[in-house]
């Protein structure tokens, strides 16, 4: 049975390669961590897993850095910034591996690391690739590396990669290969960015406001007071229960509750709550002819 559900995390003075300059000194350096047999691999996962040993967790992640290293490679072509970002984020996905990992399920422990180690890094990738994320479902992040892979298979045998069949073949919807190949063709354009000479305005001077105008705040608050004062007026058409439920439940900021309203008049909360929507439909149909 698994004691500890937060066990492992790296620590940054061994596992997060914040500090090197180049990836060869982080290699050189990780290199004095010997790899472990399959053996002790298992011996390990289970002191991990049955009694929460730090010091055997440890002893996982740091043996099997160099298996960050490799996994990380295969993302070179979709990450051109600082590398030992990647490694970094696959630090962290090979630290929770080792939390997570369960010895009793049959499967080997790297394989199972690899598929942490992956999710942390495409994580990453799709988080920061651009200023705007471009990944934001799970269609889209599956997009993010097929879809120029399935158009070069596709063109190599003579088939035209149109959005309808790379939608069929990726099992996605049209829809989403649409909008990735316009994610992926497009630039980031900076709001800050000016328009025209470095003098000109700049694009967020263009914008337009999310505030309402002058016209619509005075045709607001019209309505607003004749909305409050049709209220008054319909005051001595209501009964006790109803003005309580209208002017102290449905107009407050901080409503009174259901129950509260019910012990008031000795009465179940459901009864509190039919009068509720039959005052509410009542209102609906006189705003409606006050607007005929």
Same mark, same amino acid.
């Given at each position: 049975? &698994?004691?500890?559900?937060?066990? %492992?995390?790296?620590?940054?003075?061994?596992?997060?390669? +914040?500090? $090197?300059?180049?990836?060869?000194?982080?290699?050189?350096?990780?290199?004095?961590?010997?790899?472990?047999?399959?053996? #002790?691999?298992?011996?390990?996962?289970?002191? /991990? $897993?049955?009694?929460?040993? @730090?010091?055997?967790?440890?002893?996982?992640?740091?043996?099997?850095?160099?298996?960050?290293?490799? !996994?990380?490679?295969?993302?070179?072509?979709?990450?051109?910034? =600082?590398? !030992?970002?990647?490694?970094?984020?696959?630090?962290?996905?090979?630290?929770?591996?080792?939390?997570? $990992?369960?010895?009793?399920?049959?499967?080997?422990?790297?394989? $199972?690391?690899?598929?942490?180690?992956?999710?942390? %890094? !495409? @994580?990453? %990738?799709?988080?920061?690739? *651009?200023? /705007? &994320? %471009?990944?934001?479902?799970?269609?889209?992040?599956?997009?993010?590396?097929?879809?120029?892979?399935?158009?070069?298979? +596709?063109?190599?045998?003579?088939? &035209?990669?149109?959005?309808?069949?790379?939608? *069929?073949?990726?099992?996605?919807? *049209?829809?989403?290969?649409?909008?990735?190949?316009?994610? +992926?063709?497009?630039?980031?354009?900076?709001?800050?960015?000016?328009?025209?000479?470095?003098?000109?305005?700049?694009?967020?001077?263009?914008?337009?406001?999310?505030?309402?105008?002058?016209? #619509?705040? /005075?045709?607001?608050?019209?309505?607003?007071?004749?909305? !409050?004062?049709? +209220?008054?007026?319909?005051?001595?058409?209501?009964?006790?229960?109803?003005?309580?439920?209208?002017?102290?439940?449905?107009?407050?900021?901080?409503?009174?509750?259901?129950? =509260?309203?019910?012990?008031?008049?000795?009465?179940?909360?459901? *009864?509190?709550?039919?009068?509720?929507?039959?005052?509410?439909?009542?209102? &609906?149909?006189?705003?409606?002819?006050?607007?005929?």
């Amino acid at each position: 049975m &698994k004691v500890n559900n937060c066990l %492992i995390m790296p620590m940054k003075d061994d596992l997060i390669p +914040l500090n $090197y300059r180049d990836i060869s000194r982080y290699m050189r350096d990780i290199s004095q961590y010997r790899l472990l047999s399959k053996e #002790e691999t298992y011996n390990l996962t289970r002191l /991990v $897993y049955e009694e929460g040993d @730090k010091k055997a967790g440890r002893t996982l992640v740091v043996s099997n850095l160099r298996l960050v290293v490799k !996994l990380v490679m295969n993302f070179r072509r979709y990450w051109k910034e =600082n590398f !030992l970002d990647l490694i970094q984020e696959g630090n962290f996905g090979l630290a929770k591996a080792v939390d997570k $990992y369960d010895p009793h399920r049959g499967v080997q422990f790297s394989s $199972y690391a690899a598929y942490w180690i992956r999710a942390y %890094i !495409l @994580k990453f %990738i799709m988080d920061n690739w *651009r200023l /705007v &994320k %471009i990944g934001t479902t799970q269609a889209q992040r599956k997009l993010f590396y097929s879809l120029n892979r399935e158009k070069k298979s +596709l063109e190599s045998q003579g088939i &035209k990669a149109d959005n309808d069949t790379l939608a *069929r073949n990726l099992k996605v919807r *049209r829809q989403d290969v649409q909008e990735m190949e316009q994610r +992926l063709n497009n630039h980031d354009l900076s709001l800050e960015s000016p328009i025209g000479d470095e003098h000109g305005p700049s694009h967020k001077n263009f914008l337009q406001s999310s505030c309402p105008g002058v016209e #619509e705040e /005075v045709a607001e608050h019209e309505y607003l007071v004749w909305f !409050l004062q049709r +209220l008054e007026d319909l005051r001595p058409e209501l009964s006790e229960r109803e003005q309580v439920i209208l002017f102290e439940r449905l107009l407050q900021e901080e409503p009174r509750t259901l129950s =509260n309203i019910a012990e008031q008049f000795s009465i179940s909360r459901e *009864r509190i709550r039919q009068i509720e929507a039959a005052l509410l439909k009542r209102l &609906k149909t006189i705003m409606t002819q006050e607007d005929c």
